[in-house]
């Protein structure tokens, strides 16, 4: 096992004083070395001056010291922004798209599609009634099938791509989404058939293989935007300590925006084909060309997506193939899915468990709609006017999205928190109504329906539906993490389903009074098994899996088993039991020291055999100084245990070790 494996700290200055309380009994270090494993092993967005973790702190000096971090971070993005408009005053958007737009293209695309799904039917059901809405010439099973079919195929592609991209890759895994988007688009666009009722089964099964290319999104643009350039390497970056969680929601949030373009695109549509009008009644040439136009457009990115994911995103794989390779794994890992399953299955149900009653409340909400504009315009029967509400309803959305972005890092509030008042707060804003109805549906007091619709559809992307996505990958290991995202969202798909289901079966006012108890389910689930995974290193997190995964729970002392970090379940069961800060640091420094010994091995080897390369040796003279003063010049591929003595076989040999 080696402590670069899993990234040594970006260094952040030494300080010169040599009062770190932590490295005083390690060795007798003098001042200098004393400072510079400080600074390799203890950065300082994460530890205070005296080694302290940040979730150690008494509450008021923690606040004090994550404000400063905050402040610090704020002005040095704040002064990097100007700088580039000062240079360029287009780099910032240069730097948006690249970062933020271009890893959430897929999900742009899948939420632009999805979506127009729904908005496509009320055209449909008013230009073709007799297949559509009295079904006398189309079956109504394979109408509503429109809903069903759509989610089962979603529901296949996360379960199935998450396991191939554990298995082949994630380059591999996000190829093949956007290859099966592009052929489902094509199909969506030219789906014919001999009568209407063909063309509604042509449409269905499109749907379905389209959707199947959509459901893998979700693991691997989760995965391969959490394990990219920030998460990679040797180095764990202070990017990746504090805007992990804002990368990978950004990219996420990305959907909300699909979903504002397939809306304005519709309406910008209807206007063209239906001669700049948006009232009925729509002829069927109209009706045709805009529900298929707006499904070629996207054809055109998901292809230009395949080049990109082809050409660009050689490395997208590169965390898991050196996680397979510490294991010795050249297939799909099972020991660690069994693993997993062992020691993290109370996760799995917080994960899958959460996102199922959160997607419940995510098409719950679309049932306010229909309502509040049959109150406002009892009469009116354009389908504009559900377009147009539907807008206004995305950009709700797209504030909460970036509001989520914006705070899922920050330590004081963060994931959990987050997820436990959006759901809470959609608990309230549904169980309102469901005892008021009658009250709430009076054109007197429709404002008031109105504004819990709204406030529904924040504090679900701020909440739930925004964390979800992040932490269903953020606490599971590498070489799993697709397939436990996969699974999750899968769980959270048949939220969907149960909902698309159960909402034919009962009235709205029962809609109402069933739907909420999701909401304060999934807050439940997320109090008692979720982790807080804030503020921690995901290389850390890395770090004891490898432990784990070596049958040597008890050595790991780190971070990653803090009681900040651990759900209550976990910390009730005893998980954090071997926590202690001082140990940790001094087991850090001899991980430290196996590394440089393996190096020291490996020079001598190549001067023997003639030849030397220094490139990779990334060692301060300090560090150098140290392990020679401490340790002898004998090479150890092996580090040196502090703690519970350990027989040799039960250690990780140097063929983990990828430095």
């Known amino acids: 096992m080696s402590l670069r494996d899993y990234g040594v700290a970006a260094p952040h200055g030494p300080n010169m004083g040599g009062d770190h309380v932590a490295t005083q009994d390690v060795h007798a270090m003098n001042p200098n070395e004393a400072s510079v494993f400080n600074t390799i092993l203890h950065p300082d967005d994460t530890y205070d001056e005296n080694g302290v973790y940040w979730a150690d702190m008494p509450l008021a000096q923690r606040v004090k010291f994550i404000n400063k ?8 993005e704040t002064t990097t922004i100007l700088q580039m408009i000062k240079a360029d005053p287009l780099s910032p958007v240069g730097y948006y798209a690249r970062n933020m737009v271009v890893p959430g293209a897929g999900l742009l695309l899948e939420g632009y599609v999805l979506f127009s799904i729904g908005n496509v039917r009320p055209l449909l059901q008013a230009t073709f009634p007799a297949c559509w809405s009295k079904f006398t010439i189309c079956n109504e099973t394979w109408t509503e099938a429109v809903d069903y079919l759509e989610i089962c195929g979603i529901i296949c592609g996360q379960i199935l791509v998450g396991i191939l991209g554990d298995w082949m890759g994630r380059r591999w895994g996000l190829l093949q989404d956007v290859i099966i988007m592009f052929i489902g688009l094509l199909m969506l666009t030219s789906a014919w058939g001999i009568d209407q009722n063909g063309w509604v089964i042509c449409y269905v099964w499109s749907l379905f293989f389209y959707g199947i290319g959509v459901g893998g999104e979700y693991p691997m643009t989760a995965t391969s935007g959490m394990e990219n350039a920030v998460g990679s390497g040797k180095i764990s970056t202070r990017e990746d300590r504090l805007h992990r969680g804002r990368k990978v929601t950004s990219a996420f949030l990305m959907q909300g925006w699909g979903q504002f373009a397939n809306q304005v695109i519709l309406i910008l549509l209807l206007l063209i084909f239906h001669h700049g009008s948006g009232n009925p009644p729509y002829s069927k040439v109209t009706a045709q060309w805009t529900y298929r136009v707006s499904f070629a457009i996207p054809a055109v990115g998901t292809l230009w997506l395949i080049y990109y994911r082809y050409y660009k995103m050689r490395s997208a794989s590169k965390q898991l193939f050196l996680a397979k390779k510490k294991s010795k794994v050249t297939g799909y890992d099972t020991q660690s899915l069994r693993l997993t399953f062992t020691y993290f299955g109370p996760r799995m149900l917080a994960t899958a468990g959460t996102w199922y009653a959160n997607d419940i409340f995510f098409y719950g909400n679309k049932l306010f709609q229909s309502e509040f504009i049959a109150v406002l315009l009892p009469n009116n029967k354009s389908v504009m006017v559900g377009w147009l509400y ?39 804003l549904f169980i309102v109504p469901a005892f008021k109805y009658n009250f709430f549906i009076q054109p007197a007091h429709v404002h008031g329906f109105q504004a819990m619709y709204f406030l529904s559809s924040f504090f679900n992307q701020f909440g739930p539906n925004s964390v979800t996505f992040l932490v269903a990958a953020e606490v599971y290991p590498t070489p799993i993490r697709a397939t436990a995202h996969g699974f999750s969202a899968a769980v959270g ?64 002392h780190g971070i990653a088993i803090h009681p900040k970090h651990l759900s209550l379940w976990e910390r009730i069961r005893g998980a954090g039991k071997y926590y202690d800060p001082d140990l940790d640091y001094k087991q850090k420094i001899e991980e430290l020291r196996g590394d440089w010994e393996a190096l020291q091995a490996r020079k001598a080897n190549e001067k023997a055999e003639g030849y030397e390369d220094d490139d990779d040796d990334d060692f301060s003279q300090e560090v150098h100084s140290y392990f020679q003063r401490t340790g002898g010049n004998t090479p150890s591929h092996t580090p040196m245990m502090l703690g519970k003595e350990k027989n040799s076989d039960s250690l990780p040999s140097d063929s983990e070790r990828v430095i």
Do not use: H
């Open 390 to 428: 539907n807008l206004i309803n995305v950009g709700v959305s797209l504030v909460g999205y970036y509001l989520a972005s914006f705070l899922i890092d920050n330590k004081l509030y963060g994931r959990k928190l987050m997820m436990i008042v959006g759901f809470m707060c959609d608990f309230i």
């Open 69 to 76: 971090v905050d402040a610090v971070e704020a002005k040095k």
């Open 493 to 556: 798909k048949l939220g969907a389903l149960t909902a698309a289901i159960m909402y034919n079966y009962i009235t709205t006012q029962q809609k109402f009074y069933v739907v909420p108890w999701f909401g304060l389910a999934g807050a439940i689930l997320t109090f008692l098994f979720l982790p807080d995974t804030t503020g921690l290193d995901l290389k850390e997190q890395e770090r004891r899996w490898s432990y784990i995964r070596a049958g040597r729970e008890e050595d790991y």
